[in-house]
């Protein structure tokens, strides 16, 4: 098997014959080519066959209400007491309903989670997530805020109560693997669902995790929760797909798909990033903070803007769009 990975370019200058990437911003003129067994080969776009050459360069459709044209960002609201960089800050009703109204200024999405799954966490009940999420969606809703909320969750039952409360989007870190009524209760609800790679459970995924190509795995395994989606009834059209940088990832793990996550538009649905203060980039950074690890959170989210990633998820909603639009506005030489 081959796996076609458009090389993703910014400049100005298309050549003739580049195709646009994923209808976005980037574009691409030539593929790397990847296989288990064999080294690397890059060849023009002339040289793929048609449907790929679609695949790889057609809009993605409008995901959640929103169109895919332009980048997302999605921002991070944990209603928990322990999550792994603002846990404790919003657990009290108010105080996150004021963080999410700070957000909304910025935000395209809002992801609200009662559940920390930061390596080592231990499970919460779910009638425990209910009442740290669905209360806070409804008391935005309330406040007259209309942002898209998506829930972050892995039961089924957290997802409903979400979606009953406002709520429109899931964001499942299992990819619908944790909860057995996932995949059902997503299809009934009709619910934008975003697929997160992720392996084992968040207690023990950081034990020692292994792939044979970590790209290639994580792009299999996606491809793989991208088909049992769509047989309990999903269509294509309402999937997203997103690595889940950090999620049973070594730092190496993490560098290899950071560095080549043009691959997974291949999958032919809209891409997340969520790297937000990640642990690596404390690694990397020599940052034991979080809360200080901004400017490697802007500097990945970044990278993955230039490789075409459609959202990105963040803890700081307004820097990012700042030097998202300062991005842009350098390389396209157009003010956004
Ligand atoms: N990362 C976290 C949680 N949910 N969802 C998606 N789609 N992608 C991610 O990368 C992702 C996610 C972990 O970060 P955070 O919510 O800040 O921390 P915690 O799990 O400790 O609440």
Redesign the pocket.
Known sequence: MIYVRPIAMNDPARPAGALPLAGGWAWFSHAEVLERDAPPRIVPVADLDAETRDRLSVQRPAFGGLSMDRVRI?G?L?V?P??????GLFLKPEAALMQARVMAAGADIL?I?G????PG?AEVAQPEEIARTAPVIAALRAAGLDIPVSI?TRKAGVAEAAFAAGASIL?D?TALRFDPKMADVASQLRAPV?L?HSIAT?ATMQDDPEYDDVLLDVYDALSERLAVAEAAGIARDRLAV?P????GKTLQHNLALLSRLSLFHNLGVPV???????RFIGTLSSESDAQKRLPGSLAVALAGVAQGMQMI?V?DVAETRQALSLWQASTSGVAQ
């Open positions: 999605m991070i944990n928990t322990d999550s792994f960089s603002d846990g992801d989670g559940e920390s799954t930061r966490a972050d964001n870190v975003i997160m968040p997103d889940g940088i950090g999620f997340l990033l969520g790297a937000s203060r990640k998820r803890h």
